[in-house]
């Protein structure tokens, strides 16, 4: 069955602090990675697609990487506004054309 | 971008009735829909996966005759809550897939349905 399963459930950081989101991933043939933001009472909003091992996309201050079993969001100098649930999703073979999400990470910023 | 709307973003009906929203792709055209059902702090669970023209798939353990999809055209997909009852209450979020974009996936900004 596929999975995806995210770490950590909650993230507490100072404003400037780096850190890492986890999304680990098992699945029959991985056809994309996807990296949403979702704030409260809204949809997630699309951060970005990765498709093949040892690939890596950024936008602002953060960063996402893949490896064939989990992939890393990392969070460079955050700031209040980056507090979000971070969801991690995958597109598998087996699962037709839906995403199958993780249970995500909630990020909590303080200045 | 891609855009997807869905309305209403919230809603309050009584123990019985019936709720319709819809979910709109503004400018992309999109054969495959989504349908999630996320409740609080808890992750989007696929409901049901619709195609234009042709019947809903549904997830198991979802009601096909409670969870009444429609996607008539290729911007327009609704989803119909039936006789609903307070276990109803929840977030429903849409997804439009874009044929355009390589796996390209846009979210709904959600609907609050509360059930009294």
């Known amino acids: 069955e596929d999975q995806v399963t995210q770490s950590p459930e909650a993230l507490r950081l100072q404003e400037g602090e780096s850190s890492s989101l986890n999304c680990s991933y098992t699945?029959?043939?991985?056809?994309?990675l996807f990296w949403y933001r979702q704030d409260p009472g809204k949809g997630p909003e699309f951060l970005f697609t990765?498709?093949?091992a040892g690939e890596e996309k950024e936008k602002e201050r953060l960063k996402a990487t893949l490896t064939k079993k989990e992939s890393f969001l990392h969070i460079t100098a955050p700031k209040p506004e980056d507090s979000a649930t971070y969801l991690c999703?995958?597109?598998?073979?087996?699962?037709?054309?839906?995403?199958?999400f993780g249970k995500g990470t909630t990020l909590s910023v303080s200045s | 971008g891609a855009v997807v709307s869905q309305h209403p973003s919230r809603v309050i009906c009584k123990s019985g009735t019936s709720v319709k929203i819809e979910c709109r792709s503004l400018?992309?055209?999109?054969?495959?829909m989504f349908w999630y059902r996320q409740f609080p702090k808890q992750s989007l669970m696929l409901m049901a996966t619709?195609?234009?023209?042709?019947?809903?798939?549904?997830e198991q353990g979802v009601e096909k005759d409670k969870f009444l999809i429609n996607h008539a055209s290729l911007t327009l997909s609704t989803l119909t809550v039936t006789s609903a009852h307070p276990e109803d209450s929840s977030f429903y979020i849409c997804?439009?897939?874009?044929?355009?974009?390589?796996?390209?996936?846009?979210f709904g900004s959600g609907t609050r349905l509360t059930v009294v």
């Open positions: 990765l498709y093949s």
């Open positions: 699945v029959s043939g991985l056809r994309g």
């Open positions: 999703a995958v597109l598998a073979n087996q699962a037709g054309t839906a995403l199958i």
């Open positions: 619709s195609n234009e023209g042709s019947k809903a798939t549904y």
């Open positions: 400018d992309f055209q999109a054969t495959t």
């Open positions: 997804s439009a897939r874009d044929q355009g974009r390589n796996y390209g996936y846009t």
